[in-house]
């Protein structure tokens, strides 16, 4: 695997590896651009985490940015689809700007069916690996 310029895999403090940026970087960057491989529901798999392009198509990411851990408040987000190709896409943005050395953390935001426990540590830590809760339309009465 091909190390990725201003990118480095480390021990997290999370958990597991983590991938830490070694350069600064401004909110609304692109990081790097993911190597990765499409797959389809129906097809054999070797790997458990994937992005969800969309129902039943998957992306795997195959470089260092594999080791990105979660967070339920993210500093970078994931920008990924399918080409009009068929091919698979993804990218690192940072949220706000990032200083040398820190990890970069992406919200999961995996389906219910999917969750897991969380570990992040965040002030705001949602407990699970899930997508947020969408806040439900509140319809103001008439006054009378």
């Known amino acids: 695997m091909a190390r990725l310029p201003g990118l480095k895999v480390v021990r997290s403090k999370v958990q597991g590896y983590g991938l830490v940026t070694t350069r600064r970087r401004k909110r609304g960057s692109v990081i790097t651009n993911v190597e990765g491989v499409l797959w389809r529901a129906k097809e054999r798999r070797d790997d458990t985490y994937s992005l969800i392009l969309e129902p039943g198509v998957f992306f795997d990411m195959v470089d260092q940015t594999r080791w990105v851990n979660h967070s339920c408040e ?14 698979g896409w993804a990218q690192l943005q940072a949220l706000r700007d990032l200083e040398p050395g820190e990890e970069l953390f992406y919200d999961y935001a995996l389906p219910p069916e999917l ?14 690996i899930v997508e947020p809760m969408k806040p439900t339309s509140s319809r103001k009465r008439s006054p009378a």
Request: proline share 4%; with cysteine; net charge positive.
């Open 74 to 87: 993210p500093n970078v987000v994931v920008e990924a689809g399918v080409t009009k190709a068929g091919n």
């Open 115 to 128: 969750k897991e426990r969380c570990h992040c540590g965040a002030k705001s830590c949602r407990g699970w």
